[in-house]
């Protein structure tokens, strides 16, 4: 296979915009992403488009692609409507990867899209509850609450309405903190800090930054998650051009500037049943990743992860392999994992602050590694950012996530 | 590129099974497919799972792959849940051919699966209404019903329930007939002949052979669709094995019998705004499609079209360039694409008798021509055959197919 790169990248602000369409949301996208890589909406080849949940919360399956790029003014080229869960257009840019690699296509266009707010705040609820298996969606339901039950006194307090996703979220937490004394405070921590970096950045959708003590006082969502740990429900669109190495000499051929990072690494791997030795599915998916790349941890300069929920950003760095396991909670207290420390995480803010358009995070998250190796991102710029990792977790299914997507971005 | 190959194909009969779950149709198309290809499940090396409407109508969006492939034992490997309307299953192989020929991956698995059937007709009703622009949903059942006023006076007789494509195509069929003087008699011989086609193949939702008079006689839907000219609705799976010939090296070394067929051509198109001097999509992803094979309408022995209404197959001939603009209906009349016939077409039953669960479709058609190259289909063998095509279209966005998919299959 030959080269890839990212040549141009767009994104809404993330928000709750109730009044938008996907299509105005989209259009916006690519009004960033076409002229930032130098090309007509007539020059992508093949679009792969990652949405979740427009089918239960809008009523539109089947042809979501179509529907807004032929709005646009695209059309002609092959589309691929890409559903993956929360890990739809990080998906979509796996397959982009593998349609330019291969040699089928010069240019993909990757679209995230998502509209999770609804007037009608049942389909919203119903969009996660189809993130799992249907048929076992009571069974699960029980299992959350009894483990619930199990924790204590304290759970007795936690009954927001919330996503079924945060009590799979809390239940590792208690694991976590059981089993490594990870605090509470480690985990506000990492809310808070996010929270700072979504404070930096225009496209965030809460721009306040929060304490430590602030994330702690906010109500209780499941024990020990409080409001400020858990991402927001979201709406918005994220785009991305990706390309081969003769695609962009063309470009410049006809006097085009391009700003090409290069995807060094994209995997995508699903959980299965296994024995308790064997690695976890993000492990696995990141050992494949730096294996494809040629890297370790260590040589990264910046990393986007899942923070779905504050507990899972500490998680997955120990799953990544940034750190022992155990060992996240203090480097994140220290300041470790903050903008101007060794190993910045969610500098755009992470889910819990930038947002989680779910069908839009992947690709959010590639226009953030794609626009900090660029050296574009003012004031919550990682200097001399050359290596970005994203991971993006999708689903569940027998306690595992159903799909995990890993991208490492390298400065060209 | 690489040449891939399809090395196994399994399928359920199609029908109505309001009694069995999705995993329980894929895990008998997956227990034909995988010892057809002489491999165990945990060979695949990648998943793409295509199905349109399961969201709507069972609930399960987002993760419809893993949750059928973990219950059968299929887990760790890639999965991507693919998603073109009718067309879902075919655009599912055509990112597997894309996976195998680039070099990513040696084997993967592709699956197409529906269950359209519910105790809640309503849903099946809306799963198709997703299949269009849904903002413009009202504007195109009144656009539908002008047109069918316009018809004059026999479209008045119409009014059965039925889902808005059906009114599509006759607003189709009414305007072929006015154009070339295609008649009522020709849609019927469709029907009829791929009633006979249907009757001699085990995996058919319909085994009744009718006769021209007997379509004409059912009842109308839309004028001139009559009830027997339309597919039914149905439930089903079908599941392919494609691989890299280095892959089929590996199983013969260890002794396994292979049985290939390969993929000679694998197109995926849209609809586009275009003149009217402008081919429409269908032929131009067949001109594609034979330009990749390097060959032409008359090198190929048998076709599998999208047949959802009769009038559509007699169309897809003229836009596939099987014969002249309305040249087709006399053909049909004439036996030309009847079993025994120069150029057979849709000797499955087509979808008019194997059925149309939509995301099984694609992948059914490749099931087909499969085992016809392999010389494996008794009773509707077709003699000497060595090259197949399978068109298939998926959804509508402004009257243009939303997804057209076109592959050509080569005996080895």
Redesign the interface.
Known sequence: ?RDVFIIGAGMTQFGKWLDR?M?SLVAEALDEALPDAGITKEEPQ?AFVGN??A??V???????A??VL??Y?I???????????CA?SS?AA??AW??V????HDCALVVGMEKLYSTDKAKTF??F???????FLESIKQMLKAAEKTAGADAAASGAKRSMFMDFYAMAAREHMKKYGTTKEQFAAVAAKNSYHGSLNPKAQYREARTVEEVLASPMVAEPLTRLMCAPIGDGAAALIVASGAFIDRLRARGTPVDPVRIAAS???????RTTDEPD?VT?AARLAFAQAGIGPKDVHLVEVHDASAPAEIMIMEELGLCAPGEAGKLVEQGHTRLGGPCPINVSGGLIARGHPVGATGAAQLYELTQQLRGRCGERQVKGARVGLAENA?????ADP??IAIHILTAV
Chains 1, 2 share one sequence.
């Open positions: 296979m369409s299509k093949i979740a949940a089918g239960l809008t009523g539109q399956e089947c042809v979501r179509q529907v032929r709005e003014g059309g002609g080229i092959p589309m691929v409507n890409v559903e993956n869960a739809s998906t796996h397959l593998q349609a690699g291969g040699g089928f119903a969009a509850g189809a993130a799992v298996d249907v048929e995997v995508l791997r699903t959980g299965r049943d599915p696995e999708g689903g569940a299914v027998r159903a799909a």
